[in-house]
């Protein structure tokens, strides 16, 4: 069956700038991509001045726009990426239900992201938050400033994946290796770490219990990681194991990184899906593209 990668397109710069990274993608992987266009028309209703209704007009150049936008983006990545295959198709749907619909039977999706915009802006919008936080489907979040996955430029920039010990599941892991192999890059992987409790107690959390504490991440950090570093020989890995939260050393790991993976665990809580604290973190902060992964 043909891998594919779906992309949510509203003719936004952030969504144009994810279709471009999709398709670099997409031929990376040799995968097809299918751009998703999810838009409710919602036509004028005019009234004369004495109160009768008059229909709209036949043409709308806002239904128009939608109808032209998934085939000339189409055409366009098309024409930019030979070889690539591409199809769009307009959904009469809300937003989140058509992408999670569409993800359904892909290998990734891929929405645009707003970016840091003001002292207060954050990287996702209200789509892309519900999307990440219900897909059962990998989702890349790209901005607007992010370069094109070109496939035909092995990266400098390392794949950064955070991982927690407490929960490493494999489709996380194996996502981060598959997407540092096949960018020809290494993989830095950090793990956030708190020492117990009661280590805090009575002066018990000194500099020789720290370090103790400390080679005892590493060492189950290294042993987690053994069998994919097996599995992917040609991917040079670099661990890091970090006192507290994983999240500022990925938002700083970020800055120099092609992508970073993070996880979240399908959950869901009572006013819908959940995303832990380190991922929104990451998703709110990062200035490189975004993988969130779901795992049980």
Not at 2 to 18: F, K, M
Not at 188 to 202: A, L, N
């Amino acid at each position: 069956m043909s891998r594919t990668i779906v992309v949510g397109l509203d003719g936004s710069p952030e969504s144009l700038a994810a279709t471009e990274w999709a398709a670099g993608e997409a031929r990376r992987t040799d995968a097809r991509l299918h751009l998703v266009h999810a838009w409710l028309w919602h036509p004028y209703v005019y009234g004369l001045p004495a109160g009768v209704a008059v229909p709209p007009p036949s043409e709308d150049p806002q239904r128009e726009w939608a109808e032209r936008l998934p085939h000339e983006t189409a055409v366009k990545l098309a024409a930019d990426h030979p070889g690539l295959s591409v199809t769009a198709e307009r959904v009469a749907e809300q937003p989140v239900a058509a992408l999670l619909a569409a993800a359904e039977n892909a290998e990734l999706l891929v929405l645009g992201s707003k970016g840091l915009g003001g002292v207060a802006g954050f990287l996702t919008g209200s789509v892309a938050q519900a999307v990440v936080a219900r897909s059962r489907t990998p989702v890349v979040l790209v901005r607007a400033d992010a370069p094109p996955a070109a496939e035909d430029a092995p990266g400098r920039e390392e794949v950064v994946l955070g991982l927690d010990l407490e929960h490493p599941d494999a489709a996380v892991i194996g996502f981060a290796f598959r997407s540092a192999a096949h960018r020809a890059t290494g993989l830095h992987v950090i793990h956030g770490w708190s020492p117990p409790p009661y280590y805090g107690y009575g002066g018990a959390f000194d500099a020789d219990v720290n370090a103790d504490l400390l080679t005892e991440a590493q060492r189950r950090l290294a042993e987690t990681l053994a069998p994919w570093r097996e599995k992917f020989p040609a991917v040079e890995v670099r661990r890091q194991a970090v006192i507290g939260g994983a999240g500022p050393h990925l938002v700083e790991a970020s800055r120099d990184a092609a992508l970073v993976v993070v996880g979240r665990r399908n959950r869901q809580s009572p006013v819908g899906g959940h995303i832990g604290p380190v991922t929104q973190a990451v998703l709110h902060h990062s200035t490189a593209p975004v993988a969130v992964v779901p795992h049980d």
